[in-house]
């Protein structure tokens, strides 16, 4: 491990977006986040890459991962134009029933090249988006599986599961064992939808908002699920010698609509894991 990463920091976000709500970075922070990112030489991976991280290979310093939460449009409309002009690539993890269909919508590198007739969709507050995707106008707020489509063929961003309807089971389900076969059913239907719709699903999970027990563990586990990634906060650091399919938890940093100067601080305490502990000690 000489003059590898130490700890891989992994950063989420959710919206990239001009509707101004919770969750959110404005357009110009994540052009700047990711300007700081480029010049000061931090490299992206993607998950495969972070697996082998975690199992002990050897990733280059500066190395993070960028991750994306459910799906957004303004993930197409903002967040990959960015990303292509940087030759980075995030993580987006996807609830893999609400995509829908119908071709690209103009995203704001097509309007910046004066394409023909491109104009910017409107992009619904995260709010107002929970209320269209409740009301089955998931359209307005989510990606389309040609976007998704797109967004690969660049290689901006990869797509993994976070279920299959983003419903926290431990909270409806009349039971205990209600609560297990609905979660089993989800992670299966997302894992179905994703063979079908991007050749092939990954043992690579996001918790819909963050959470999990033994049994969600223990279900995920038996659909495939080796790669958790958590809303809890700090380092990843390699364990070698674990067993080859051992699961993982992956801590993730939220990032703030704040200035590239908030996160350049940040990823300097939590690409060293001793310091990472302690700051997490102290502000608990
Ligand atoms: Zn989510």
Not at 48 to 71: C, I, M, Y
Not at 178 to 191: N, Q
Not at 256 to 275: E, F, G, K, Q
Request: proline share 5%; aromatic share 8%; with cysteine.
């Amino acid at each position: 491990m000489t003059n590898g990463a130490r700890s891989v920091p992994v950063l989420m976000y959710h919206h990239v977006s001009t509707s101004p709500g919770m969750i959110t970075v404005t357009p110009p922070n994540f052009a700047a986040q990711m300007a700081y990112l480029a010049s000061a030489g931090y490299r992206t991976l993607g998950a495969r890459q972070l697996a082998g991280f975690l199992a002990g290979e050897r990733v280059p310093p500066k190395s993070l991962v960028l991750t994306f939460d459910d799906g957004y449009l303004d993930n197409w409309v903002h967040a990959h134009p960015v990303l292509q002009r940087h030759g980075f690539t995030a993580i987006c993890f996807l609830v893999s029933g609400w995509p829908g269909e119908g071709t690209p919508r103009a995203n704001a590198s097509d309007v910046a090249a004066g394409l023909d007739g491109a104009t910017l969709p409107r992009l619904l507050n995260h709010r107002e988006g929970e209320i269209a995707i409740d009301e089955g106008r998931a359209d307005e707020a989510i990606l389309r599986w040609s976007e998704i489509d797109a967004m690969r063929r660049a290689g901006t961003f990869e797509f993994h599961s976070h279920t299959h309807s983003h419903v926290r089971w431990d909270q409806v389900a009349g039971s205990r064992a209600e609560k297990r076969a609905s979660l089993r059913h989800d992670l299966l239907a997302a894992r179905v939808t994703l063979d079908e719709r991007l050749g092939g699903a990954s043992d690579h999970l996001c918790w819909p908002q963050g959470y999990y027990d033994d049994d969600y563990r223990e279900i995920a586990r038996e659909a495939g699920f080796r790669h958790f990634y958590t809303c809890h906060p700090g380092a990843n650091v390699s364990a070698a010698n674990v067993q080859p399919d051992a699961e993982r938890s992956i801590n993730r940093l939220e990032v703030r609509d704040r200035p590239a100067s908030w996160l350049a601080s940040r990823l300097w305490v939590h690409s060293r894991p001793a310091l990472s502990r302690a700051y997490l000690r102290i502000k608990r």
